[in-house]
């Protein structure tokens, strides 16, 4: 059984559906730890309700950024995970630390990538006037939300939405975003290859849409 950790900064809904699927027999995974950079996150105190083994570290507590990211992934590579999952994790990763995990990170987008990289996405979409936004899966690199895709979801955009409707509709197809695409990772059928993402070892032509 692939075990996961999970790292986020605030509410944690992707981090409990992931427990939620795993609870309920759709996810055969595990949830080793979960980590982040606020003590207080409701997402860490949602691991500790599950038994799950959970730590906040303070970037004001480390001298640095790399002294920071250096005590986070030493901590994460202490529950032996075969995958790193960003749920939420609202702090930039140093390239030192993500290196050794190339191909074993992965992270959650509420934008459809490349659209949007970044904070702010649902009012920037807004702002943009697309017709269409949602979700992206990917690999984490060193380039700020530009790993090569995995797989999206969509949902269009409604005259008269405001960020916040526009980020509820997301997060409603972030879930299950989520959940297929670990289903994919967690089976063996997705993984990277150089730069590229393969299905059953064929070259992905584009992200899935799920
Ligand atoms: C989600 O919408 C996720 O896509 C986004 O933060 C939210 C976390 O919600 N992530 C980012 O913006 C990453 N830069 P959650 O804590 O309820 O899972």
């Given at each position: 059984?692939?075990?996961?950790?999970?790292?986020?900064?605030?509410?944690?809904?992707?981090?409990?559906?992931?427990?939620?699927?795993?609870?309920?027999?759709?996810?055969?995974?595990?949830?080793?730890?979960?980590?982040?950079?606020?003590?207080?996150?409701?997402?860490?105190?949602?691991?500790?309700?599950?038994?799950?083994?959970?730590?906040?570290?303070?970037?004001?507590?480390?001298?640095?950024?790399?002294?920071?990211?250096?005590?986070?992934?030493?901590?994460?590579?202490?529950?032996?995970?075969?995958?790193?999952?960003?749920?939420?994790?609202?702090?930039?990763?140093?390239?030192?630390?993500?290196?050794p995990w190339?191909?074993r990170?992965i992270?959650?987008?509420?934008s459809?990538?490349?659209?949007?990289?970044?904070?702010?996405?649902?009012?920037?979409?807004?702002?943009a006037?697309?017709?269409?936004?949602?979700?992206?899966?990917?690999?984490?690199?060193?380039?700020?939300?530009?790993?090569?895709?995995?797989?999206?979801?969509?949902?269009?955009v409604?005259?008269?939405?405001?960020?916040?409707?526009?980020?509820?509709?997301v997060l409603?197809?972030?879930?299950?975003?989520?959940?297929?695409?670990?289903?994919?990772?967690?089976?063996?059928?997705?993984?990277?290859?150089?730069?590229?993402?393969?299905?059953?070892?064929?070259?992905?032509?584009?992200?899935?849409?799920?």
């Amino acid at each position: 059984t692939p075990r996961l950790a999970v790292l986020a900064s605030g509410r944690g809904s992707n981090l409990q559906a992931i427990l939620d699927a795993i609870g309920d027999g759709r996810l055969d995974a595990r949830v080793a730890g979960v980590f982040g950079d606020r003590p207080k996150a409701l997402a860490l105190e949602r691991a500790r309700d599950a038994g799950i083994p959970a730590r906040g570290l303070r970037p004001r507590d480390f001298a640095s950024r790399q002294d920071y990211d250096a005590a986070l992934f030493a901590a994460i590579a202490a529950v032996e995970p075969d995958l790193i999952v960003c749920a939420g994790y609202m702090r930039l990763l140093g390239a030192a630390a993500i290196e050794p995990w190339q191909g074993r990170i992965i992270n959650i987008h509420p934008s459809l990538l490349p659209a949007f990289k970044g904070l702010d996405t649902h009012a920037r979409a807004l702002e943009a006037g697309v017709a269409e936004h949602g979700a992206s899966l990917h690999y984490v690199t060193a380039d700020l939300d530009g790993g090569p895709v995995i797989a999206q979801a969509r949902v269009a955009v409604h005259h008269g939405d405001d960020a916040d409707a526009l980020a509820a509709r997301v997060l409603a197809v972030e879930h299950p975003l989520m959940l297929a695409t670990l289903q994919l990772l967690c089976a063996g059928r997705v993984n990277l290859r150089d730069t590229r993402v393969e299905l059953d070892g064929q070259p992905l032509q584009a992200p899935l849409q799920l």
